[in-house]
């Protein structure tokens, strides 16, 4: 992995990307985060991303302190440092990281004016050709998703422990991702993208209330859907409805829609990729390749 990195507006390599470990980031786990990817050398859905951004910034009551076209111009020259962006082979992974910043070890956000702002560039890697066309396994894990009253799901925090405790366990399973359930025992989403199953030709998500990440990739597939006369909507799904699907996928930014064929040991579906999902992640990738094209000279 080669990364370029971007702390606080000076951009080094990644050897010399270095944070205070007095960054509540660090020490407390308080800041949010975003990852984007680029198609066509744009950071897809730049404005969504931004709004979840400081969305969950302020469900920390912490400010981001950069506008959008300050962020987006930090993107821009991290990417021309990291050679990304500028060619089809070479699309870029963007995470942005705002944290508390730095200060004394008390939790009072008064000891920390100014929150830290890092910015990381490196080459976008796609899951195999192998995963998008014969499926992947996922492992359902005994990790319970955060209560929405405890951390809420709904930010996208740098505390990862819930999914990252969860993640480990599908690691252990074999599993491309873990499946997590919610307090109530009802389906919520994986580590890192969002669960959806397929019955009788509509493609069903577990509502928002159900605790978890509103991903950019899960809203952008009900407009996919609309345009391809696929039903796509939330749905309260339970372990025996995903055991009983006719297809299941995982969606997220850097993975796109990943078709799901087995569940730890159980078969789902026809145990390849079905035709809705199949649609679905078509029109995604031509939806996406259609509002990036456009833009006239990419890594600006
Ligand atoms: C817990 C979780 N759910 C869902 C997603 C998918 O979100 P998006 O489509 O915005 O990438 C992510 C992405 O990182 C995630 O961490």
Redesign the pocket.
Known sequence: MAATVNVNGRTSDQEHAVISVFDHGFLYGEGVYE?LRTYNGQPFLFER?MQ?LRRSAGMLALSVPLDDAAIDARFRETMRAAKLGDAPDREAYIRILVTRGIGELTYDPAATPDPSIVVIVKPHVAPSREAFERGVTVALVPIVRNHPGSVN?LI?SNNLLN?ALAMQEAFRRGGFEGVMRNYRGELA??????LFIVKNGAALTPPVDAG??P????AFLFEVGDERGIPVREAVLRDEDLFGADEAFL????REVVPIVKVDDRTIGAGTPGPITRALLDGFRKKAQELTRTVASPAR
């Open positions: 990852t991303h979840r799901p996208k999914n989403e994986c580590t890192q993208s969002n978890l990440l991903g950019i990739t899960r969606t997220s930014t850097t």
